[in-house]
C-alpha cells in the first residue's frame, strides 16, 4: 500500500486547521478530520469500505483472543451474554467484591459506591469493560476501574461453569458456586463456597474461609487464619501468623498444612497414596483420623510431647499415608475419629 498520499492527506488537513482522527481497522487506515467545531466533515480511506460498526482493536500477535471489544467508559452496571464456559477476570482497588452464581449464559455486573447499595456517580466513576473470545470460543470478561474510582463494590452474578480471577488491593472478596477462583488480595478476607475446581487464593492480612469445595486447593496468607470445611482434594494451606483449621476434610496428593505462629487441626481423611505436612514453629497440631486409617507417622518435635491414640507410628496395612508433622515449641495431638 502507497502511504505517501494518505501522509499527504493528513499535512494538508493540518494545514487548513483541521482536527485529525487516524482509525486502523485490519490492514486499512482511515483518515477523519474534524472541524474546529468538532463537526465531522469527511474522511479519507486506503482500503474497501469496511461496516460502520466495525469494532477497532489492538492484539497482540502471539495472543489468544480471536476478537476483542472495549468499552473504556461503560455503564457502572452492564449485561453480558457468555457461552457456557465463560472466563471472568476483576481487577479491583478498594471496594468489595461479591462473585455468585447466577444465570446461565449471561453475566450481570452490578456497581455501587463503597459500603453502599447506591449506584455511584457516572461523572466520578468509570468502570472499563472488556470483552473477547479466546481460541476456544470461550468468552472473556474484564471488569476494572481507574485509580481514582478505587473506592467502588462490584455484586456480579455469573454462569456456574465461570472461571475467575480477581485481584484488589484492599477489599472484602466473597465466591461462591463457580467452577475455578484465582485472587490476589493486598489485605481483606476472603470467603469461597461451593467451588467445583482448582482454588488458588492468597492475601497479605485477613481470614481465609472456605467450604465445599473440589479440586486442587492453594490458599495462602501473611496474617490471619485459613480455615477449610467439607473439602476434597490436594490442600495447601499456609499463613505466617495465625490458625490453619481443616475439618470435615478428604485430601489427597501432596498437602502442606503450615502456620509460623499458631495451630493446626486438621480432622478427616488422607488418601493412602498421599503425603501429607503439618507444621508450626510455635503451637499445637490435633490430628484426628478415622480409626481404621492407615499411615505412617513421621513427628519432628523440638520442644513439647506427643500424644498417639493410635500407639504406634506405623498404623494400618500398605499403602499407607505419609505424615510428617513439624513443632518447633508444640505439642502433637494424634486422635481417632470416626
Known sequence: MDMIPNIKVLVAMAVAGL?????????????????PSNGLVGSAKTTPSVPANASVTTVPANATVQNTTHNPSGPASQQFQVGAHPVLTVKGHKGDINVHAGSAGTINVAVYKHGTHQAPDPKVVRVLYDQATDAQGRKHITVSSELA??????DISVPATTEAEVTVDAGTISVRGIAAIAIDAGSGSLALD???G???VRTDSGDITAKHIVGAMTMEGSSGSIRADDV???LKATTTS???VAGDAVLNGQSILETMSGS???????????SYQLETQSGDIDLTLPENAAFELHPNINVGSINNEFGGEQVGRMPRAQ???????GSLNLNKGD
Open 323 to 329: 505424615i510428617t508433622v513439624n513443632i518447633v515449641s
Open 232 to 234: 476434597h482434594g490436594s
Open 194 to 196: 461451593d467451588i467445583h
Open 149 to 154: 474510582s478505587k473506592e467502588i463494590d462490584y
Open 242 to 244: 495465625g490458625d490453619v
Open 198 to 200: 482448582p482454588v488458588n
Open 264 to 274: 493446626v487441626s486438621f480432622s478427616g481423611s488422607m488418601a493412602a497414596s498421599g
Open 19 to 35: 482536527s485529525v482522527v487516524i482509525v486502523i481497522v485490519g490492514i486499512g487506515v482511515y483518515l477523519y478530520y474534524i472541524t
